[in-house]
């Protein structure tokens, strides 16, 4: 470990000083999350107007705009865990990484649906190969690949450490990806339709989009946090910590199902 | 701004076909994400009771010569 | 002195490699041939599921002939370390003094000319099946040229990746869709201008700046993804 590093860095990706600080965090993002997720869909659904041009079907944006970014921002996420992982072959960092994946591949699945129900009603069709459609399509390959590379291993730490190392190839990738599929879509002159017009928002549309971007940054820390925990949970299954956690849940579970 | 109506909320200016299932997968794919690491974790545990119980029942009863 | 001694040694350790991992290759020809065969399969499937029309062929052709060749490179990838790995020789040139990117590049370009090409030297003839206008051949050859050595570098980075795993045929193609995109887009850009008329030099560019990154990276890459993946 590096000396730069601050002591409560290393105090903090000890796995059980996280688990216990994730599990004490964990309801708070959720909670946040789902209060600002309420507030963004009261906002969108009801209080925002109709779209001039495309009438309530814009309202698919609310979570088809949030969605796609939080596929991009996890997956920066993924390959910053997986650097610091490679590097300082810290056990956290692996499985911060690790356990990312799914959450960024779940965000990219949702942004290519509600895309593409929001593509029926106004291109008339469920797909078109579109610059931005095809990107997010290869980001979900990227994803699917590191988690399959994850999966494929016996050793679970070693197999972290390979599909650490593809996360890093495919982040390098991403902006390559996107700049050919620019130029294949300017050579190949395909649909120039755009869903999103260029800053053409009113704020009581702006506003629950942007809540719903907040809203989903605390949902992915609650679900990060609860992956971690119960990856944490069995990648230590040997240690003392470990034992007393699952002694304690046992008591517990005599009488009723433990909450966290 | 007219009054708030069920009947035209549910109908979506003639779009539900397609927003409320976008609102659905957004909700179906998000509850799954987070039940599946709970459901995980609630397996482990108990698999790991059970690896204790028996290798505590190992150290109280010394295997006879079997 | 001493400089100059390491450098031949290690030209010929470099020379040692590559004979005898096309020395092997030789001795197996008929997996050499498999690519080819594939290939050959693919391309007469096209018409018939298609239709013998020329123009329909003939706007198709050039894509079809890459992504076919993009197809059978993949189906020959996966042994490209398999052999080794089961004879132990990857560990002994993991463990052998000479830099280990640099013996990895031998074994890619080994890998290269006994998988590629044969497919770059069958492929105008495929393509001519599909009757691609004989212009646009020597575009579609440069292509080739260009982007079969690209796969087999991001191919054996890949490889490598997955060489402590027992499975790796689906996977492979799964990990390698993403980073063979741009490769598809500009090669098969290239000749689809050609074919258009229009300049092809732009994307025939990128493709040769794609290269010589490649040629920079990926054997390190390649090293340090083999040092991660058999935990050595």
């Known amino acids: 470990m590096a000396n730069w590093i601050p002591l409560w860095v290393h105090k903090l990706s000890s796995p059980p000083n996280f688990y216990r600080f994730a599990g004490t965090l964990r309801p708070w993002a959720l909670g946040l999350a789902l209060l600002l997720g309420a507030i963004a869909l009261y906002g969108g659904l009801v209080l925002a107007p109709a779209d001039y041009q495309q009438g309530d079907a814009y309202r698919i944006i609310f979570i088809h705009v949030p969605c796609a970014w939080m596929g991009l921002f996890v997956y920066g996420v993924m390959a910053i865990a997986s650097f610091i992982s490679l590097v300082w072959r810290i056990k956290l960092a692996e499985v911060v990484a690790m356990e990312s994946a799914p959450i960024g591949a779940a965000f990219t699945f949702i942004t290519l649906c509600t895309g593409s129900l929001w593509g029926k009603p106004m291109w008339g069709t469920w797909w078109t190969w579109d610059a931005r459609l095809t990107s997010e399509l290869v980001l979900l390959f990227l994803y699917l690949g590191v988690i399959g590379l994850y999966h494929s291993f016996e050793d679970r730490r070693q197999g972290a450490r390979a599909a650490a190392f593809l996360a890093i190839i495919g982040i390098i990738n991403v902006p390559i990806v996107h700049f050919s599929v620019n130029w294949w879509n300017t050579l190949h002159q395909g649909s120039t339709v755009r869903l999103l017009g260029p800053s053409k928002m009113s704020g009581d549309m702006l506003w629950p989009l942007l809540t719903m971007m907040a809203a989903t940054k605390f949902y992915y820390i609650a679900s990060l946090f609860g992956r971690v925990r119960t990856d944490l949970l069995s990648l230590e299954s040997g240690k003392d910590w470990v034992r007393q956690i699952a002694e304690a849940q046992g008591h517990a579970a005599a009488k009723q199902e433990g909450r966290r | 701004m007219s009054a708030f109506s069920w009947d035209s909320f549910i109908a979506m200016g003639g779009y539900a076909a397609y927003v409320w299932p976008a609102y659905a997968v957004f909700f179906i794919v998000l509850i799954a994400d987070y039940v599946s690491p709970t459901l995980r974790r609630r397996r482990d545990l108990r698999e790991l009771r059970a690896r204790m119980a028996r290798q505590s029942a190992r150290q109280q009863r010394p295997p006879s010569a079997s | ?232």
Not at chain 3, 49 to 54: H, Q, S
Not at chain 3, 101 to 125: E, F, Q, S, V, Y
């Open chain 3, 1 to 232: 002195m001493g400089v100059r001694m390491s450098r031949t040694r290690l030209s010929t350790a470099c020379v040692a490699v590559l004979r005898r991992d096309l020395t092997l290759a030789w001795r197996r020809r008929g997996d050499i041939v498999m690519p080819v065969l594939y290939a050959l399969i693919v391309i007469t499937l096209f018409p018939f599921a298609l239709g013998p029309e020329d123009a329909l062929l003939q706007r198709i052709a050039g894509g079809v002939v890459l992504v076919t060749m993009l197809l059978a490179m993949l189906l020959a990838l996966d042994a490209m370390f398999r052999s080794d790995i089961e004879d132990g020789s990857l560990e002994q040139l993991m463990l052998s003094p000479q830099p280990l990117a640099l013996m990895l590049g031998m074994k890619i370009l080994a890998h290269w000319i006994t998988t590629a090409l044969p497919l770059i030297l069958i492929a105008p003839l495929l393509a001519g099946m599909l009757h691609l206008p004989a212009p646009v051949m020597p575009v579609l050859v440069y292509a080739l040229l260009l982007a079969t050595p690209l796969l087999s570098l991001l191919g054996a980075v890949l490889v490598a990746l997955t060489a402590g795993t027992r499975r790796s045929g689906m996977l492979l193609a799964l990990m390698l869709l993403p980073l063979c995109v741009p490769v598809v887009i500009f090669a098969a850009g290239a000749v689809a201008a050609a074919q258009q008329g229009l300049p092809w030099l732009a994307p025939m560019a990128w493709l040769g700046a794609a290269l010589v990154m490649a040629l920079v990276l990926a054997p390190l890459a390649c090293a340090a993804a083999l040092r991660i993946a058999l935990d050595a």
